[in-house]
């Protein structure tokens, strides 16, 4: 396989600190404390990625996005995330455009200099609103209110933002189809590029799983919440291309599509995780220390593992097709082929089964797409292709 016939290559940051912890959250953050050693951080990612620069997993090929996450990266400063920007252009060749997109969440984000974002490179803000409901933000343990996100908004948008996704949940406590409704239209109201709608689920090791919130909606109404919300997006003139992102013409987010077309990505910071394919075909997955402090630490000492493992064959095809199936386009036999090496009959059996419950179809043999039903129970058709 030679250079040009790999998959794009993306960056992920990982920014580990919050305000606060949310009860729902199962992402590796960790709350800030009075002292969180920021500037000793941006050190570790500049060493990091001088690891990542020699291990030589870009391989000469551009990156086509970066994605600054956490965590709440808008904790930190605009000339912190400038120096470590500055040091990925230094290492890295960037492609010109690429998307740079950086979480912020409503109660840090005016507190920090936009402008100074906007100075270090970043191009597009995601901005975590879940919801305009401010009984409903506090259950979530939010540390913003509705006025907040409003303001965070106007804010990104005087500071010369011009794509802006905004993250809004369904199937909240006490919410029901008006609650739901009013969400959607005062995000409309802004006028985001791109908007993220999924649902709230009780991941393990959360306080939500431990002790689960009262007035869940029921599984009707949560499926009732998810049919409206898709529909007054769609009627505004936002397409649903992933089974939870919903963009303006233009405006699909290169870097997640990236992730679920089963591109490459080099992983920066605590906790992070990389993927790249090696000229042989191989694809590898490695990952880095979780902790912020054991992070630093190793960074300090220039002792960072630098061994990745080899996603086992038998392994591919379900990577593969989990990532994919949330796609609205589905896959092709061309592009399993190009990313995996396997070829559409290693699947068939699966896909056949699949099909046969009414969960995926294709019309010619080649590209195969969730249908409707797939979509809803997305989670039963990907286990279609786990190994056995």
Not at 22 to 35: I, K
Not at 209 to 234: F, K, S, V, Y
Not at 314 to 325: Q, T
Request: with cysteine.
């Amino acid at each position: 396989m030679s250079i040009s016939e790999l998959p794009p290559l993306s960056l992920y940051l990982h920014m580990p600190w919050c305000v606060r912890k949310c009860p729902y959250c199962d992402f590796n953050s960790h709350t800030a404390g009075p002292n969180v050693p920021k500037d000793r951080y941006v050190d570790a990612l500049v060493v990091d990625l001088g690891t990542e620069a020699a291990a030589g997993r870009a391989a000469g090929r551009p990156l086509v996005s970066i994605f600054i996450g956490g965590g709440t990266p808008s904790l930190f400063s605009g000339s912190q995330l400038g120096r470590v920007l500055d040091a990925v252009r230094d290492m890295f060749d960037v492609q010109p455009g690429a998307e740079i997109t950086m979480e912020a969440n409503p109660g840090t984000v005016e507190c920090v200099d936009l402008p100074g974002y906007r100075a270090a490179g970043v191009n597009r803000l995601s901005i975590g609103a879940q919801s305009f409901d401010a009984a409903i933000l506090e259950t979530l343990g939010r540390i913003h209110g509705p006025a907040e996100i409003v303001k965070s908004f106007e804010a990104a948008c005087d500071a010369g933002f011009r794509r802006i996704n905004l993250d809004l949940m369904f199937a909240l406590p006490g919410q029901d189809l008006a609650l739901a409704q009013a969400d959607i239209r005062q995000a409309l109201a802004l006028g985001p590029s791109h908007i993220s709608y999924y649902q709230l689920t009780l991941e393990p090791n959360t306080v939500f799983h431990a002790r689960p919130p009262a007035n869940l909606p029921d599984e009707e109404t949560a499926w009732d919440i998810q049919q409206l919300g898709h529909r007054m997006l769609q009627e505004a003139g936002f397409e649903q291309y992933e089974i939870s992102a919903f963009a303006r013409p233009g405006e699909r987010c290169v870097h997640n599509l990236n992730y679920w077309q089963f591109g490459d990505y080099l992983g920066v910071g605590a906790g992070a995780h990389g993927k790249f394919t090696s000229v042989d075909g191989a694809v590898w997955r490695y990952s880095k220390p979780a902790h912020p402090l054991a992070y630093m630490q190793q960074a300090e000492n220039r002792k960072f593992a630098s061994g990745a493992s080899a996603v086992p064959d038998a392994d591919l095809g379900f990577e593969y097709l989990l990532n994919v199936l949330r796609l609205a386009q589905g896959f092709s036999e061309t592009g399993l082929r190009q990313r995996t090496g396997l070829c559409l009959e290693a699947l068939r059996p699966q896909l056949e089964r699949a099909a046969g419950k009414g969960l995926i179809a294709s019309q010619d043999g080649a590209d195969w797409k969730p249908t409707a039903l797939g979509w809803r129970f997305l989670n039963d058709l990907q286990a279609e292709f786990l190994p056995a």
